[in-house]
């Protein structure tokens, strides 16, 4: 276990000097190259910043208007009807945010892991789907929207399609291993 914390102690550091150094061995013009990507980087960050704003008020009206309890509120008898432990409705708030901001997502896992406590079934669950699942609007608006992709219908519903998965997949291990 000391050596595996030793590694990972080291590997950032470690990557941080090698790369430079092959680099240099190949005759690459390390701080020129470097210069070059953070320019275009920063090019990239003011050509994403109208998208990641406008999904950023888009989730705020979204949570702030009280569509993601209604949201909620409709998903309840699914869960039910599948005959879910009524104690797993507390992680749909999660389930429908997480494909829209990571942040958000984080938030209520963070709100379900401090009234139910890291070590309680949705507090695993709340980690484990975190883990299963993206943000597939924060991805598509982004991302996509920064380097013109306007057709992603079956990004789209794959992306939600994985997230789904990924919630069953999520209540399915939990349930298995805790």
């Given at each position: 276990?000391?050596?595996?914390?030793e590694?990972?102690?080291?590997?950032?550091?470690?990557?941080?000097l090698?790369?430079?150094l092959?680099?240099?061995l190949?005759?690459?013009?390390?701080?020129?190259?470097?210069?070059?990507g953070?320019?275009?980087?920063?090019?990239?960050?003011?050509?994403i910043?109208?998208?990641?704003?406008?999904?950023?008020?888009?989730?705020?009206?979204?949570?702030?208007?009280?569509a993601?309890?209604?949201?909620?509120?409709l998903?309840?008898?699914?869960?039910t009807?599948?005959?879910?432990?009524?104690?797993?409705?507390?992680i749909?708030?999660?389930?429908?945010?997480?494909?829209?901001?990571g942040?958000?997502?984080?938030?209520?896992?963070?709100q379900?892991?401090?009234?139910?406590?890291?070590?309680?079934f949705?507090?695993?669950?709340?980690?484990?789907?975190?883990g299963?699942?993206d943000?597939?609007?924060?991805?598509?608006?982004?991302?996509?929207?920064?380097v013109?992709?306007?057709?992603y219908?079956?990004?789209?519903?794959?992306?939600?399609?994985a997230?789904?998965?990924?919630l069953?997949?999520?209540?399915?291990i939990?349930?298995?291993?805790?």
């Open positions: 276990m000391k050596v595996i914390a590694i990972s102690r080291w590997a950032i550091p470690m990557l941080l090698i790369i430079p092959m680099a240099y190949r005759k690459v013009p390390v701080y020129e190259a470097f210069v070059t953070a320019e275009e980087g920063f090019k990239t960050g003011v050509r910043l109208p998208f990641l704003i406008g999904m950023l008020v888009a989730i705020k009206v979204f949570v702030d208007s009280g993601l309890e209604i949201v909620v509120r998903l309840l008898p699914l869960f009807r599948f005959g879910l432990d009524p104690d797993l409705t507390a749909i708030p999660l389930a429908v945010m997480r494909p829209l901001s942040s958000g997502a984080l938030g209520v896992a963070t379900l892991i401090n009234q139910y406590g890291p070590d309680s949705i507090g695993r669950l709340a980690s484990t789907l975190q299963s699942t943000t597939t609007f924060f991805v598509l608006t982004v991302y996509f929207g920064s013109g992709i306007s057709k219908r079956y990004a789209l519903k794959l992306g939600l399609l997230d789904f998965v990924g069953v997949a999520s209540v399915w939990v349930s298995r291993v805790f």
